[in-house]
């Protein structure tokens, strides 16, 4: 037995892996998908409502972050809330382009 390793009483294969009672059996239950709307919140990040971007993202990252953690539950709630957030973040956005824009016809034509 070599030093620092702890008995065990499952069989090893040729590449390492341990034969634990035939787990090859068991079905381990799906995870549900994954929805951290990622690719939504970078896509609001070029809009120019900037705080609300980098918060939607913020909660995409953690989102993302729950779910490689195995929180499942608080995944989907973090995802939820950074499509909330991305979309206010959308509407926010197109508002001050509207706003810009009509502000520099209205001087053009004075």
Same mark, same amino acid.
């Given at each position: 037995?070599?030093?620092?390793?702890?008995?065990? =009483?499952?069989?090893? !294969?040729?590449?390492?892996? $341990? =034969?634990?009672?035939? !787990?090859w059996n068991a079905? $381990?239950?799906t995870p549900?998908?994954?929805?951290s709307y990622l690719i939504l919140t970078i896509f609001t990040c070029f809009c120019p409502a900037y705080p609300v971007n980098i918060v939607a993202l913020v909660f995409s990252l953690m989102s993302r972050k729950s779910y490689e953690l195995g929180d499942y539950e608080?995944?989907?709630?973090?995802?939820?809330?950074?499509?909330?957030?991305a979309i206010a973040s959308l509407i926010i956005g197109i508002i001050i382009i509207i706003i810009f824009f009509v502000v520099q016809f209205a001087l053009i034509e004075l």
């Open positions: 037995m070599a030093l620092g390793m702890p008995y065990s =009483d499952a069989k090893s !294969s040729l590449n390492g892996s $341990a =034969d634990f009672e035939h !787990s079905e $381990a239950p549900p998908p994954m929805q608080g995944s989907k709630r973090l995802g939820k809330q950074a499509l909330h957030v």
